[in-house]
């Protein structure tokens, strides 16, 4: 009889440390995410929810090799504190400016370190989690574009992950 609630109270001991890694906001997310991938809604995401998962974001053709590596990331089955286990383990380590920075690419395929404001101003306004005209002022009053009208990513990257600039060498 000890060893379940040995074995219980060193589960709860795991589950809490994920939950501390996340602000409550993010866990949420998570759980959204989750309940959007537990397509049967039996509070644990298979190979099938992940074949449907897929279907319903146009990809049809998914290899079952493919799930299979994904399922077998976890020794067990995949239910949301697992889920959200795997995604501690995989965000550990990760840079918030290299993150950050990684994002701002996307607006920057040429690579040359900056983007114009308009573009960037209409993208943060027009997409997924809206900018307000006052947050797009607070940005440019807090990291002004350049005269030529670009923003240097790369620096507001260093200030927002450091709360200083770099030294320009």
């Not at 609630?5 to 998570?30: C, D, L, P, T």
């Not at 990331?73 to 918030?96: C, H, R, Y």
């Not at 809206?130 to 009053?141: D, G, T």
């Amino acid at each position: 009889m000890k060893s379940p609630k040995k074995a219980k109270k060193k589960a709860e001991g795991a589950s809490s440390n994920v939950f501390s890694m996340f602000e409550q906001s993010q866990i949420q997310e998570f759980k959204e995410a989750f309940t959007i991938m537990d397509q049967n809604r039996d509070g644990f995401i298979t190979k099938e929810d992940l074949r449907d998962t897929f279907a319903a974001l146009g990809r049809l053709n998914v290899k079952n090799e493919e799930l299979e590596d994904m399922v077998n990331e976890t020794p067990g089955a995949i239910n949301f504190t697992v889920f959200l286990t795997m995604f501690g383990e995989k965000l550990k380590g990760s840079d918030p400016e290299e993150t950050i920075v990684n994002a701002f690419k996307i607006f920057d395929p040429d690579a040359i370190g900056h983007v114009n404001s308009d573009y960037i101003k209409t993208m943060l306004m027009t997409k997924a989690d809206r900018f307000s005209e006052q947050e797009i002022q607070q940005m440019f009053e807090a990291f002004p574009p350049d005269v030529s009208g670009n923003l240097d990513y790369k620096n507001l990257c260093y200030v927002i992950t450091h709360g200083e600039e770099k030294d320009q060498d």
